[in-house]
C-alpha cells in the first residue's frame, strides 16, 4: 500500500510540473510569437526553444519549491497525524525527496543541452546580431 501512495505521489508531482511547464511555456510562446517575425531566420528555434527553456525553468523552480518540504521533519510529523496520512506517504519522505532531486537534476540537464545547441547553431549560421545581444559582456 506504501508504494501505491508514493505512485500517486509522483503522479500527482509530474502532473504538477506539467502544468508548470505548459503554464509558462505557452506565456513565452505568446510572446516571441509576437515579438519575432515570421521571416526572421531560425523562427522555429528562436520561438520554440525559449519557449521550452521558459517552461523548463520554471517547471525547475517548482521542483526546488517542493524539495525543502519532504525534508522538513516537523512538517512531516504534524502532517502525518492529520487525514492527509491516508494519500501522502510522508513515512517514505526521503524516497520522495531523492525522487524530486532527480527530477530537478534531469530537467537542468536537459535545458542546459538544449540552450547549447540553440546558440551554436545560431551563432555558427552567421547570425552576428543575435549572438552579439547574447555575448555582451556584464557591468
Given at each position: 500500500?506504501?508504494?501505491?501512495?508514493?505512485?500517486?505521489?509522483?503522479?500527482?508531482?509530474?502532473?504538477?510540473?506539467l502544468v508548470?511547464?505548459?503554464?509558462?511555456?505557452?506565456?513565452?510562446?505568446?510572446?516571441?510569437?509576437?515579438?519575432?517575425?515570421?521571416?526572421?531566420?531560425?523562427?522555429?528555434?528562436?520561438?520554440?526553444?525559449?519557449?521550452?527553456?521558459?517552461?523548463?525553468?520554471?517547471?525547475?523552480?517548482?521542483?526546488?519549491?517542493?524539495?525543502?518540504?519532504?525534508?522538513?521533519?516537523?512538517?512531516?510529523?504534524?502532517?502525518?497525524?492529520?487525514?492527509?496520512?491516508?494519500?501522502?506517504?510522508?513515512?517514505?519522505?526521503?524516497?520522495?525527496?531523492?525522487?524530486?532531486?532527480?527530477?530537478?537534476?534531469?530537467?537542468?540537464?536537459?535545458?542546459?543541452?538544449?540552450?547549447?545547441?540553440?546558440?551554436?547553431?545560431?551563432?555558427?549560421?552567421?547570425?552576428?546580431?543575435?549572438?552579439?545581444?547574447?555575448?555582451?559582456?556584464?557591468?
Open positions: 500500500y506504501a508504494d501505491r501512495k508514493f505512485y500517486i505521489f509522483a503522479s500527482l508531482h509530474l502532473t504538477m510540473s508548470c511547464f505548459i503554464h509558462f511555456g505557452l506565456q513565452k510562446f505568446q510572446s516571441q510569437t509576437s515579438t519575432i517575425p515570421l521571416e526572421a531566420p531560425f523562427y522555429s528555434w528562436k520561438v520554440g526553444v525559449p519557449t521550452f527553456e521558459f517552461g523548463t525553468m520554471h517547471a525547475i523552480l517548482f521542483q526546488l519549491a517542493v524539495l525543502p518540504l519532504t525534508m522538513s521533519r516537523l512538517l512531516i510529523t504534524l502532517l502525518s497525524q492529520t487525514f492527509l496520512a491516508r494519500f501522502i506517504p510522508f513515512s517514505d519522505m526521503t524516497r520522495c525527496h531523492i525522487a524530486i532531486g532527480y527530477a530537478f537534476a534531469s530537467l537542468l540537464f536537459i535545458t542546459i543541452i538544449v540552450f547549447l545547441i540553440f546558440f551554436g547553431v545560431i551563432c555558427n549560421s552567421g547570425d552576428q546580431s543575435f549572438c552579439k545581444k547574447v555575448s555582451k559582456p556584464c557591468r
